[in-house]
């Protein structure tokens, strides 16, 4: 069989899908079924030209309305040029991972079994940013996104029970889309027993405002007010990069916390510290803390979306609730004071990730909708007419 995994960003971005989806290619391929990568440049903007043309909604009224909305649709056309420019060949199942990408290989290749997995809500991620306004018209085009892709793709997955219940509003028929969480290597991650004096905690995230750094900063400088060593180490890179700098000098965290900037690989990094902490805002469903799992780190995540699905509280981490930097403070100095406690919570993180977010679980549920979306050979057919 076939495939072609169609992604936004190049694999070599950070986020969830791309520290998944190449591992899933080299499953595949070692399982003897042909999988490739497709995405967009970023070299490629502005060739597209073709006009786009959506079937549930009339998105013309959108157009000029927002630099957003504009950006989108352009993004959209020059996805259909690319595709048309690179692809030679058919596949016998198409599996997109991003709307613009299910919508254009459905419009060019309509005979082809497409799925889709959504991975996050731009519209939500946008708002939190402070980028647009609720129920303006950026949020209203992209959350008619989902009806759009509902009536267009042959199976739509999401990646948790809490995402699929935020899509709802918006389709017909939530209840048919099937929730496969993310999945990860196991051989990516290699826990190293290790003491440290003081201790280490440690995010790993895009700076923007919906990952709640701020409130982990605030957090921090009450845990420091307490009287509890610590450092912080902050992996990723963004638009409110130096903001959040500054804020940590005013707030007299300059000491206890280093900011790294972008790292390919933040997982070889992390088995080195203690305690994984990301007071996000909202999220789908936060790989990193997975990940984090996976490299025996105690967790402490807010209360939203797919972090609480992964987390029990008081089990195999802390939950909190967002914007709450009193309770997140409160969270990280049970995590300092107790290193038996927070030992027990890693353990019990691993031990939960390690059997809930296999990659071998991912490969055996997507083998099972790929399977389902195969017509039945002659011979299967003849066979089942008899019968």
Same mark, same amino acid.
């Given at each position: 069989?076939?495939?072609?995994?169609?992604?936004?960003?190049?694999p070599?971005?950070p986020?969830?899908?791309?520290?998944?989806?190449?591992?899933?290619?080299?499953?595949?391929n070692k399982?003897?079924?042909?999988?490739?990568l497709f995405?967009?440049p970023?070299?490629?903007?502005?060739?597209?030209?073709?006009?786009?043309?959506?079937?549930?909604?009339?998105?013309?009224?959108?157009?000029g309305s927002?630099?957003?909305?504009d950006?989108?649709?352009q993004?959209?056309?020059?996805?259909?040029?690319?595709?048309?420019?690179?692809?030679k060949k058919?596949?016998?199942i198409?599996h997109a991972?991003?709307?613009?990408?299910?919508?254009?290989?459905?419009q060019?290749y309509?005979?082809?079994?497409?799925?889709?997995?959504?991975?996050?809500?731009?519209?939500?991620?946008?708002?939190?940013?402070?980028? *647009?306004?609720?129920? /303006? @018209?950026?949020? =209203?085009? !992209?959350?008619?996104?989902?009806? %759009? +892709?509902?009536?267009?793709?042959?199976?739509?997955?999401?990646?948790?029970?809490s995402?699929?219940?935020?899509?709802a509003?918006y389709?017909?028929?939530?209840?048919?889309?099937k929730?496969?969480?993310?999945g990860?290597?196991?051989?990516?991650?290699?826990?190293?027993?290790?003491?440290?004096?003081?201790?280490?905690?440690?995010?790993?995230?895009?700076?923007?405002p919906?990952?709640?750094?701020d409130?982990?900063?605030?957090?921090?400088?009450?845990?420091?007010?307490?009287g509890?060593?610590?450092v912080?180490? *902050?992996?990723g890179? /963004? @638009?409110?990069r =130096?903001? !959040?700098?500054?804020?940590?000098? %005013? +707030?007299?965290?300059?000491?206890d916390i280093?900011?790294?900037?972008?790292?390919?690989?933040p997982?070889?990094?992390?088995?080195?510290?203690?305690?994984f902490?990301?007071?996000?805002?909202?999220?789908?469903?936060?790989?990193?803390?997975?990940?984090?799992?996976?490299?025996?780190?105690?967790?402490?995540?807010?209360?939203?979306?797919?972090?609480?699905?992964?987390?029990?509280?008081?089990?195999?981490?802390?939950?909190?609730?967002?914007?709450?930097?009193?309770?997140?403070?409160?969270?990280m100095?049970?995590?300092?004071?107790?290193p038996?406690?927070?030992?027990?919570?890693a353990?019990?993180?691993?031990?939960?990730?390690?059997?809930?977010?296999s990659?071998?679980?991912?490969?055996s549920?997507?083998?099972?909708v790929y399977l389902?979306?195969?017509?039945?050979?002659?011979?299967e057919?003849?066979?089942?007419?008899?019968?």
């Amino acid at each position: 069989m076939n495939i072609l995994q169609a992604l936004f960003f190049p694999p070599e971005q950070p986020g969830g899908v791309s520290s998944m989806v190449p591992y899933i290619q080299d499953r595949f391929n070692k399982l003897g079924w042909n999988m490739e990568l497709f995405s967009l440049p970023k070299r490629v903007r502005g060739k597209g030209q073709e006009e786009v043309a959506f079937e549930t909604f009339d998105h013309t009224p959108f157009i000029g309305s927002s630099p957003i909305i504009d950006k989108y649709l352009q993004t959209y056309k020059d996805y259909v040029w690319w595709t048309k420019l690179r692809i030679k060949k058919q596949y016998d199942i198409i599996h997109a991972h991003h709307p613009i990408a299910a919508l254009v290989m459905k419009q060019l290749y309509p005979d082809t079994p497409l799925v889709m997995t959504i991975h996050s809500s731009y519209e939500t991620e946008l708002m939190l940013n402070g980028k *647009i306004q609720p129920g /303006g @018209p950026e949020h =209203r085009f !992209l959350t008619s996104l989902y009806g %759009e +892709l509902e009536a267009k793709v042959d199976r739509l997955l999401t990646v948790s029970g809490s995402f699929r219940n935020y899509i709802a509003p918006y389709v017909r028929e939530p209840e048919k889309i099937k929730v496969i969480p993310n999945g990860f290597d196991e051989k990516r991650f290699k826990p190293s027993p290790h003491e440290n004096a003081v201790p280490q905690f440690i995010t790993v995230c895009r700076l923007v405002p919906a990952k709640g750094i701020d409130i982990l900063l605030k957090a921090s400088a009450e845990l420091k007010k307490r009287g509890y060593p610590f450092v912080l180490h *902050i992996i990723g890179d /963004g @638009p409110i990069r =130096r903001d !959040l700098e500054q804020m940590a000098i %005013e +707030l007299d965290l300059y000491d206890d916390i280093i900011f790294y900037g972008y790292m390919l690989h933040p997982e070889e990094f992390m088995p080195f510290f203690d305690i994984f902490v990301l007071p996000s805002r909202a999220e789908a469903f936060g790989s990193v803390f997975a990940e984090a799992a996976l490299c025996w780190l105690a967790l402490i995540g807010t209360n939203v979306g797919g972090i609480a699905e992964q987390i029990e509280d008081g089990v195999n981490g802390l939950l909190v609730p967002p914007e709450d930097p009193v309770a997140l403070a409160d969270a990280m100095e049970k995590m300092v004071a107790d290193p038996s406690y927070r030992y027990n919570l890693a353990r019990a993180g691993w031990d939960k990730a390690k059997k809930d977010y296999s990659l071998q679980r991912v490969i055996s549920q997507l083998k099972r909708v790929y399977l389902s979306l195969q017509a039945p050979s002659e011979e299967e057919a003849v066979s089942e007419a008899e019968r």
